[in-house]
């Protein structure tokens, strides 16, 4: 069975984001948590579709090989 929740330091260290971020995230409504007693539960799911709904990430080409850098 998959895990359906975790504590926010648990989200933070597996996202490699902050508490502070996760907390943020929560307050704003991209992640989504529960209460059990005074435990905050983070939901499992609401983390993957906010990092599924990042764009993918863009990169310069290559420099040719042996090529110098641009001076200024």
């Not at 996202?15 to 499992?44: C, N, P, Q």
């Amino acid at each position: 069975m998959e895990k359906l929740t975790g504590r926010i330091a648990e989200v933070a260290a597996l996202t490699g984001e902050s508490t502070w971020v996760v907390k943020d995230k929560l307050r704003t409504g991209r992640y989504r948590a529960v209460k059990d007693g005074r435990m905050t539960k983070v939901i499992w799911s609401s983390v993957v579709a906010d990092f599924n709904a990042l764009p993918d990430a863009k990169f310069a080409p290559p420099r040719k090989q042996g090529a110098a850098p641009a001076t200024s």
